[in-house]
């Protein structure tokens, strides 16, 4: 069984925050690699959905 739209919206709106906390702690460290394939990743998957 898929997940329901609520859940779908819940699971988005929890990446679109994870998201900008990442972008927050890039900013204080531009040069981090791992934190920019992270973000990358995940604006992926949130365009994915």
Known sequence: M???????DR???SLEN??????LKA????LNKELQEEI????K???EE
């Open 2 to 8: 898929g997940l329901g739209k609520r859940d779908l």
């Open 11 to 13: 699971k988005k709106k």
């Open 18 to 23: 994870k998201l900008k906390e990442l972008e």
């Open 27 to 30: 900013k204080k460290n531009p």
């Open 40 to 43: 990358q990743k995940l604006k």
């Open 45 to 47: 998957k949130i365009s």
